[in-house]
């Protein structure tokens, strides 16, 4: 009675694993199948990329003296927006003006970006220092520099001229100037930023007018760490207009 009992058993268990009752083997089969395949959820990985950006300047964007460049308005900018950023340039100089390194932003470009790999954007400001060079020598000079960064490297990025910065008030030779360069970048078809029509800084920190006592130094003319992060907020505004936050 004992082996019979035994034997319907082994019967039964052998009835239900024919039959798939046990459950494991039918999922293993269904999960394998190419119709789950097709319906199965796939997570793809996408690649990040972080954007390049290199800027060309004078002391507005790579630091007044004594000033350390992460408090700049470039810095400031590419922390907001997630770049990698690329300081160029140096104090005193400009288009024509060479400063006290005597070297203009060509020289300046070449000597510390031109071998460096190709960024996704390049941002030029300046034009500053410009104001005692005649508009025609300053527009030469951009012109042949804009021309210069777009062939320096294969993969083309794209280029913003952003015209000359001024601690409050601007006076007339340097919208003399910024007139200039706002006729080269017409003529390179480049996006131009321009401080001084949207009226970035204004009044007069000697006299208390504007914002300039709220954003300028004693100089009367470099921002302050508060100045710097106020002009970053309105560049940043220009770049998402442009669509350029994410080149």
Partial sequence: MRRRVMCSVAAVAALLASAGCGGTARRARADSSPIAKKHSPVVKEQAHHTPVVMFLGDSYTTGRYGQIPELTYAADTARTLGWQVILGGYRGTGFVAKGHVHKNFANLFTEQLA???APDLVIVSGGHNDRKYSPEEVASSA???????QQ??????????MGPMWGGDPIASVKDVRDAL?????EQNVPFIDPLREHWITGDRKEGTGNAPMYILHDGIHPST???RFISTKLVA???KLKLAKP
Avoid at 152 to 161: A, K
């Fill in 115 to 117: 071998w460096r790999p």
């Fill in 143 to 149: 012109r042949q520099l804009l021309s210069t960064i």
């Fill in 152 to 161: 320096t490297w294969t993969e083309n990025p794209r280029v913003v001229l």
């Fill in 182 to 186: 706002v006729g080269v970048a017409a």
């Fill in 226 to 228: 508060a100045g710097a």
């Fill in 238 to 240: 220009d770049l998402r």
